[in-house]
């Protein structure tokens, strides 16, 4: 395998965001965003069936982290990933949890 430089800046940024990411919900958040998919609070909290405070709050800590942005649309924000890089370490999670 080859080794990669990551500068100490870069690997504190890689670490706030995998902690942001590092709980079920937001895991399960983070693969309702992929393949490009923009949802509202209000389609992630009924698709997840939990209250829309609780999706709220899940959101608002991966946007500050960097892991999503949000875009306004009339009455609405619309939640993406912040870069569709990210989809792959949804897709290894699941890779790597599906094998034990």
Known sequence: ?????ISSDRLERASTM?????????VAILNL???????TVSEI??????E????????????D???LKSERKGKNSYYFLKNKNLEH???????CTECE
Not at 33 to 39: F, P
Not at 89 to 95: D, R
Request: with cysteine.
């Open 1 to 5: 395998m080859k080794k990669i430089n």
């Open 18 to 26: 995998l902690k942001a990411m590092a709980h079920p919900m937001r």
């Open 33 to 39: 965003l992929c393949n490009g998919n923009k949802l």
């Open 45 to 50: 909290h009924k698709t997840l069936k939990i």
């Open 52 to 63: 829309q405070s609780t999706t709220s709050h899940h959101l608002g800590i991966l946007k």
């Open 65 to 67: 982290k960097g892991v």
């Open 89 to 95: 370490v949804v897709e290894c999670l699941n890779k």
